[in-house]
């Protein structure tokens, strides 16, 4: 069954947001979610969300804390 251009225009714009993730977190570890979304030109809490699977799905990790902390890139998708 073919998708809907709906479902496509989501998962490319699911696919844009882990890219802008990937280039800021290469550029610089320590930047923010509401970073990401200012460069990617969507919601903070698109790329909080975005996060979490990534981090889930083991692609990414937060080391230290929360403020003081980095990302780090564990495999690139």
């Not at 990414?60 to 780090?72: K, L, N």
């Amino acid at each position: 069954m073919p998708k809907s251009s709906e479902e496509k225009e989501t998962r490319l714009k699911r696919t844009n947001i882990v890219q802008s993730i990937l280039n800021a977190i290469g550029f610089n570890p320590q930047v923010t979610a509401a970073e990401i979304a200012m460069q990617a030109g969507v919601s903070s809490r698109a790329v909080e969300k975005r996060l979490k699977a990534m981090r889930e799905e083991g692609v990414i990790r937060r080391v230290g804390a929360t403020r003081g902390g980095y990302w780090e890139i564990i495999k690139n998708v």
